[in-house]
């Protein structure tokens, strides 16, 4: 997977970033969330209805990602960055 950092001046940690879905993904923009648990966050997404689409992944700078469909259709990513 090739994924690009977004980075803001002084920033900690990246703010967001860019992922090449390489056609695996329609052609529209999905949105993530920084939360503290993707794995919780997850388990309680799907208590309200929301699909998995992608289970937590973690790469090899210690991000984790997971992707989620709500109950209107819409997608969206949740993730959290390594302890610093």
């Avoid at 056609?23 to 998995?52: C, I, M, S």
């Avoid at 992944?57 to 997608?75: I, W």
């Amino acid at each position: 997977m090739t994924y690009h950092s977004v980075m803001t001046p002084e920033a900690p940690q990246p703010a967001g970033g860019v992922w090449e879905s390489q056609g695996a993904f329609p052609n529209y923009a999905v949105f993530y969330v920084h939360v503290q648990d993707v794995a919780e966050t997850v388990k309680r997404g799907q208590g309200l209805g929301a699909k998995v689409l992608m289970e937590p992944v973690s790469d090899s700078a210690g991000f984790t990602f997971a992707r989620l469909q709500d109950t209107t259709g819409s997608h969206f990513g949740v993730f959290s960055a390594p302890a610093a």
